[in-house]
């Protein structure tokens, strides 16, 4: 049975009168099992992009990186494949109206949605909503399965469909299933995906070329396969007459949270985690006080970790009113070095967004930024990215020059990068 425990890192020290109070939560889980595992059935679709850009070899090794993932998957999961053009055609398994349009994983049906990729072709435009859509149908087709996750493929921008299309596909996907999206090559638009990824709890990243497609699948099958616990839910409880600012998961990566928000109880937010492996995430928590006077406490917030209705673990956000300035200007490190994260994040994508619209002056400014955050905090990996794209003068005052014919796919990887960051030690 899954464990969850959950850890505080913070300041609880305000100056009198101040009301602001930040928390970084840490939540760790162990023994979550495997997929399937539980009492949730769990369920996997692979969308692949078939549009006429994939070309033939594209989709061969479209071909080659499903078939991966199919491996990669545990027998007695629900599975289905989707072709995407510009619209999304179910491939695998051949459904009647009515029937379900997943099949237990099992050898014989995998080698059946193996034989049936092969009716593959690189044909017609991209309308990812369409996609969306189709695995939207299929999952709510074997309604017990309750443990969802999908990975979606596309190498190009969505054309065939209007940006409002793609937003009521998005909007209806939301809280159906999680997934995964990669982009191929460099002609798909980051931003683009990443609404996609973002709104269905997934991650967004770089595929630089057709051959890499098949690691990439295996290793997203695996990971997939390896979240034995679904349904989880970070609540924070913040006392009468507070305000909950944000929050925002930190690590692995940066996702802000705060919109998902729903309603548990008059004081308590809840917001969805989705699935879980043997892992651990930190969460950004800031709560707005009534400001208080020196000498007074209050409990902040309460922060637990829940699998349906049933509570796992929590943890306390404390805040204590205090004339110590010793106390009160001491920033925790946890706090001070994820919201770098998240300022570094936004600096190299408003950064790259500039200089692709043409606008060098900001561009430089903001990419100047992040080459002074990422070496504030030693960040040596996005400061070797961060060259690919300026030449550094001085690192510390972040102080560069934009390099002129830069290789688009360099500009891609720093940016699918920006959202991703490495734990911080206690």
Known sequence: MAQFTAEVFQNEYLPDGGTDVHAIVRVTCRDAGTAGSGTADAAEVIIVDTSGSMGEAGIAQGRHAATAALTEILDGTWFAVIAGNHVGTLVYPYAAPGQPQMARMDPVTRQQAIAAMGAFRADGGTAMGTWLTKATQVFDSVPQATQRHAILLTDGTNEHETPEQLTAAIAAASGRFQCDCRGLGSRWQIDEVRRISSALMGTVDLIPSAGDMAAEFSSLVRRSMARGVAGVDLRVWAPQGSQTLFVKQVAPTLEDLTARRTQVNPLTSGYPLGAWADESRDYHVAVR???????????????QVALGSEVQTQALVKATWSADESLTTRIDDHVAQYTGKAELAQAIQDGLAAKAAGRDDE???????????????????????????????????????????????????????????????K
Do not use: C, F, H, Y
Request: aromatic share 0%; proline share 1%.
């Open 289 to 303: 006080l009534p400001a208080k006077s020196v000498g007074q406490e209050q409990l902040a917030a309460r922060v």
């Open 363 to 425: 561009a430089t400014s903001k990419l100047g930024r992040a080459v002074q955050l990422a070496t504030a905090g030693g960040d040596a990996e996005m400061t070797s990215r961060l060259r690919k794209v300026v030449e550094i003068d001085n690192a510390e005052t972040g102080t560069v020059r934009l390099k002129k014919g830069t290789d688009k796919l360099d500009e891609m990887a720093l940016d699918t990068a920006s959202t991703k960051t490495t734990r911080v030690r």
